[in-house]
């Protein structure tokens, strides 16, 4: 599928270092010109649930009052862990804090371990997807009005006043995390950005899906940005081994229509191969409109 927008490269960071270590690797991708910067919706880090973790969105509401410009994230937000209002709300006033550059991640969840722990119901497939369909609806209403009634099954409203609303408007992109037919139909009707991990091969034929949901519906399907998350922990390589490595991460998946690469934060002794690719950013993204 041909793209005409440049690509973008962000980075996910754990939320496993200390406080002032998180706030400096998040400035210093700043620095560097990546496009935005994630953490992640967990209570333990699922690659090393034995070690630290802080919670996503009130790390991210100190780390966006403490960066300038790039664009900032939670990749993604967790449906089972709130209601999706107070999401909305959280969401809301994140995008204040950092003067309109909150993309909102969300998604169904997957990590039951945590669950577990916390004694959070973990709903069979079918109920997971249903509620998080309702609740795509109820954070896309909240953020677009002032006052939103809803009625679902799951999740209800009643004159539920939504003040203030967000820095971006009609309200900041909604990244959604999807992989099976039924949540990419979802993307299709809702999604600014479509956020998925897997092979090249499971990126087509989920891609492709998703085509064919827009396409149903009648929404141009270039609306959607398709974005990856690159999952270094159960990746068969490192693309911050060097930088021919990270070239040819980009290759394998521009050509199955990823325009978004968010991708696990380097080690501290793989700054050089960091500062290399950064150098390269301008290049990269517009290397991706030379081909259309």
């Not at 891609?207 to 159960?234: K, M, Q, T």
Request: net charge negative; charged share 25%.
């Amino acid at each position: 599928m041909p793209s005409t927008r440049p690509l973008r490269f962000g980075i996910c960071t754990d939320q496993n270092l200390g406080w002032e270590e998180t706030l400096s690797r998040w400035r210093r991708f700043e620095e560097l010109g990546f496009d935005s910067v994630w953490d992640c919706d967990h209570w333990v880090q699922p690659s090393r649930p034995t070690g630290p973790y802080f919670e996503a969105w009130t790390l991210l509401a100190a780390l966006a009052a403490r960066t300038d410009r790039i664009r900032v994230g939670v990749l993604v937000s967790c449906n089972t862990f709130r209601h999706p209002a107070w999401l909305a709300k959280e969401a809301a006033t994140v995008d204040h804090v950092s003067n309109g550059r909150l993309e909102l991640g969300f998604g169904a969840g997957w990590y039951v371990p945590e669950h577990e722990m916390l004694g959070i119901a973990f709903p069979e497939p079918k109920e997971l997807v249903d509620r998080f369909e309702e609740a795509v609806e109820v954070i896309d209403l909240l953020l677009r009005q002032e006052v939103t009634s809803f009625e679902g099954r799951y999740y209800r409203l009643h004159n539920a006043a939504f003040r203030p609303g967000p820095v971006q408007q009609p309200r900041p992109p909604l990244t959604l995390g999807a992989h099976g037919p039924r949540m990419l139909g979802i993307v299709a009707r809702k999604a600014d950005a479509w956020n998925s991990f897997g092979s090249p091969d499971e990126i087509r034929s989920r891609n492709a899906v998703l085509d064919e949901h827009c396409a149903r519906i009648g929404r141009d399907p270039h609306e959607v940005v398709r974005s990856l998350y690159y999952w270094i922990a159960r990746a068969e390589k490192d693309p911050w081994s060097s930088l021919d490595a990270f070239h040819d991460l980009v290759g394998r998946y521009r050509t199955v229509g990823i325009e978004e690469f968010i991708i696990d934060q380097p080690r501290p002794d793989q700054e050089a191969i960091l500062e290399q690719v950064a150098a390269e950013l301008p290049a990269l993204r517009q290397s991706n409109l030379s081909t259309t």
